[in-house]
């Protein structure tokens, strides 16, 4: 009877295992996007700057505003099964084996950190592992059905998920030849295809955010690698865009350009008033030779400068009264407040931890590279 509870209870202790952080700050990990996120889930409507999706499942996972630590729970208990389904059903691994990966993956990666996050960042990863398992592990009908549907919630909760997954299907498709062997090859056409229908079809979910806020993503990511100034420079004394009075101010900076609020982005009108202009100076981008060059190289470069960028920690500051994160669990989780206020976090004692564990997974993901690269 307790053998058939075995896996079950190897998933949970997993779960446990990969909520270390959370633990040992005393509560969910917050982040500066979590307002937004509670916020769109709670009353609900779709922001300016990303999908709703995550901010429905924070509402579901914490049962309509219990608490927060149900949320990373069912996080954790996802990443748990996913990681442990990936491991058996193609690499063969014992229960036994795949909790020991899971102790070191908690131990020497940011994994247990994400997992601990009250973020979406957690499901890039879930998708990809929904990928290897859909495409390489033997499952039942039900158990696939399943996949599919925790890959298509994967991809939801953020914008960027639909090119980045659809690239990257794309890719596998044409790389099946060398990637699969011939029995795995049979059915991982059909499999692709669905996949890659799925992550089309959630444009539907997040086409409301896309279409309030793409044209002011792309344009900043232009400004931060410098194409917008050269694009300005080169148009502005024959194109009547509403920016160009202040190109001069143009800052390369994402971040500054799309939330400071004394940005050109906002002296030129806002949001919706550089709609029409933003377009334009993307399609113009984008068409024109020498800016396709241009956003090619700066994209590729920029690519490989995030990837040394992102460390545990950015935006995990504390949150006072004042804070709009503080005042919105307080009014859609108002018994998590004690909590949330006693928490490592709140009391500035877990950046420091962060900071020293940023530096021993650094050594680490180097030595990886290394190793993978030989």
């Known amino acids: 009877m307790l053998r058939r509870f075995t896996p079950y ?32 889930g709670f009353i ?30 069912l996080q954790a208990i996802m990443m748990s099964w996913i990681i442990r389904a990936v ?36 499901f890039t990863a879930v998708a990809v592992l929904c990928i290897a398992l859909i495409l390489v592990g ?47 090859r049979r059915g991982a056409f059909k499999r692709m295809v669905i996949m890659l229908l799925l992550t089309i079809s959630t444009i539907l979910i997040m086409g409301s955010a896309l279409s309030k806020s793409k044209h002011v993503f792309f344009v900043g990511a232009m400004a931060k690698r410098g194409v ?36 050109p982005l906002y002296k030129s009108g806002g949001w919706d008033a550089n709609k029409e202009d933003f377009n334009r100076i993307i399609k113009g981008s984008i068409t024109e030779s020498r800016f396709i060059k241009m956003q090619i190289a700066t994209s590729l470069v920029a690519t490989g400068q995030q990837l040394l960028q992102f ?20 009014q859609y989780l108002p018994k998590d407040i004690p909590r949330m206020n006693a928490a490592a976090q709140q009391q500035a004692r877990l950046l420091p931890l962060l900071g020293k564990l940023n530096i021993v997974y650094d050594v680490l993901i180097t030595i990886s590279l290394l190793v993978f690269l030989v």
């Open 9 to 40: 209870l190897y998933t949970l202790v997993g779960a446990a295992i990969l909520l270390w952080p959370a633990i040992f700050n005393g509560f969910p990990i917050l982040n500066n996007d979590d307002a937004t996120y509670l916020a769109s």
């Open 44 to 73: 609900p409507d779709t922001p300016m700057d990303r999908p709703i999706t995550y901010g429905l499942l924070l509402r579901i996972g914490t049962l309509n505003g219990v608490s927060l630590w149900l949320a990373i729970a």
């Open 87 to 122: 491991l058996k059903r193609i690499a063969g691994f014992s229960d036994k084996q795949t909790l020991v990966i899971i102790v070191l993956l908690a131990a020497f990666s940011p994994l247990a950190y994400v997992c601990s996050l009250l973020m979406p960042d957690i």
């Open 138 to 184: 033997n499952l039942t009908r039900g158990t696939k059905i399943g996949v599919y549907v925790l890959y298509t919630l994967a991809v939801a909760v953020h914008m960027s998920h639909v090119l980045m997954f659809s690239l990257l299907l794309l890719l596998l498709l044409v790389l099946k030849k060398w990637l699969l062997d011939d029995e795995l």
């Open 228 to 263: 917008l100034q050269a694009y300005l420079a080169e148009h502005c004394p024959s194109d009547s865009f509403r920016i160009c009075a202040y190109r001069s101010e143009i800052v390369t900076n994402n971040n500054d350009f799309i939330w400071n609020p004394n940005s």
């Open 311 to 330: 460390h545990m920690g950015d935006g995990n500051i504390p949150f006072g009264p004042e804070t709009g994160l503080q005042q919105d669990v307080q």
